[in-house]
């Protein structure tokens, strides 16, 4: 039995889909599903009274990915507070409470976050320095952190995913945008960026978590993962837009340019994720579980501008 939540999210749904195609138990923080039964439960809450006994027991492994997200320009000197009450308050809460019912294997959802903005030089590694710069990083660096503790103190079994940018159908924010963008034919002055960026799609990063569930080498094993090879912000555009039958409209302009004139909007964070370079390497996972994305970017960009298409989002 698995205990998944953040189930309604993103990430949560497609999970509970690959699991319902697998016929395999689960409970949720809004359900509980066996077999074909369901009954109601609590929602997920970093409230320090909550009880999560009653979902936890009898359950091998829960799937942590229900989280306070990342919210753009959130500059409020309180957003640290609110992060690390929800992100590691909450994680730590649930993790021990998992602990002392005795599950066995605790799989959470981090971030490339913890490793920083933006790799310089060479890829991210699991081993690297964290270099967290925004409230959200931080209070994921600190829940891993947390879960190490307690997997010190009490030998729950903790793993750690990592992912960057995730893409997917039900995909918001930015990747969102930049399938409105091509869509709509917006000319874009992106045609001479030449930076590289990691990306996952959703379904290759819930059979990572599935391996993660269930693979003896996986306990107190931290890894980072991706699609595969890197690919730059015109590239993806171009792909998108083959993915949407829609040709990306891409125009030369230098990157230094627009990155200032971003900086002095205050979109300067914008630019950088378009213009900047954020690779991981993905080689522990892969060596460790011998796991390999089984969808190709292309299959991911497909079903994604299928579940796009039927009209705006």
Not at 55 to 74: I, K
Not at 187 to 210: F, K, T
């Amino acid at each position: 039995m698995l205990l998944i939540t953040g189930a309604t999210g993103f990430v949560g749904g497609a999970l509970l889909g690959r699991l319902r195609a697998e016929g395999r138990s689960y409970r949720t923080a809004g359900q509980t599903r066996l077999g074909t039964e369901a009954s109601a439960s609590g929602s997920f809450s970093a409230d320090p009274g909550s009880q999560w006994t009653p979902l936890l027991s009898g359950c091998d492994a829960v799937v942590h990915l229900a989280a306070r997200v990342h919210v753009m320009q959130e500059l409020s000197a309180l957003a640290l507070d609110a992060f690390r009450a929800v992100n590691v308050q909450g994680t730590a809460m649930l993790a021990r409470q998992a602990a002392q019912v005795g599950v066995r294997r605790f799989v959470f959802l981090s971030s490339v976050k913890v490793n920083g903005e933006g790799s310089v030089g060479h890829p991210y590694l699991e081993r690297d320095l964290p270099c967290p710069r925004d409230a959200y990083g931080i209070s994921k660096w600190e829940a891993e952190e947390v879960l190490r503790e307690i997997a010190r103190e009490t030998g729950l079994e903790i793993v750690i995913l990592r992912p960057p940018l995730v893409y997917g159908p039900g995909v918001k924010a930015n990747f969102l945008r930049m399938m409105h963008w091509v869509q709509r034919g917006i000319p874009l002055p992106l045609g001479i960026v030449h930076n590289q960026r990691s990306i996952v799609y959703v379904g290759n990063l819930v059979d990572a978590i599935v391996r993660c569930i269930d693979h003896s080498a996986a306990a107190g094993e931290t890894f980072l993962v991706n699609d595969g090879d890197p690919v730059s912000t015109p590239q993806l555009l171009r792909e998108i837009g083959d993915a949407l039958d829609r040709p990306a409209r891409l125009f030369p302009f230098p990157p230094a340019v627009l990155k200032i004139g971003a900086t002095l909007m205050g979109r300067g964070e914008d630019a950088a994720r378009l213009l900047g370079d954020l690779v991981v390497d993905d080689s522990a996972i892969r060596t460790t579980l011998g796991w390999h994305p089984p969808f190709s970017r292309r299959e991911g960009l497909a079903a994604t501008a299928a579940w796009f298409r039927p009209g705006p989002r």
